[in-house]
């Protein structure tokens, strides 16, 4: 399976709703990505399984208490995209 390629935020989105559904065992469709992601029942386990994939995936170091600063996915996805351009401008 290939690995897509993660360049902006709604793509980083579709992706962090994919791992919560996969992991947590929920439907798509119950994943709201301006919700808190504790509202999924995200316990710190899943949450630093969560930042350890997307460093993995973006190739990018993350600090795990990075779900404290943006709580949802739609924030996260956002910061990480800006992150990503200006890594790419660099």
């Known amino acids: 399976m290939t690995t897509p390629i993660l360049n902006d935020a709604s793509s980083i989105e579709t992706w962090c709703v994919?791992?919560?559904s996969n992991t947590l065992n929920l439907s798509k469709s119950k994943i709201d990505p301006?919700?808190?992601v504790d509202r999924f029942g995200l316990d710190?386990?899943?949450a630093v399984s969560l930042i350890m994939e997307l460093e993995e995936t973006?190739?990018?170091e993350l600090a795990p208490e990075l779900l404290f600063e943006y709580p949802t996915l739609r924030s996260l996805s956002q910061h990480l995209a800006s992150r990503l351009s200006s890594k790419q401008v660099a």
């Open 18 to 20: 994919d791992f919560i």
């Open 34 to 36: 301006t919700v808190a």
């Open 44 to 46: 710190s386990a899943t």
């Open 58 to 60: 973006l190739n990018v």
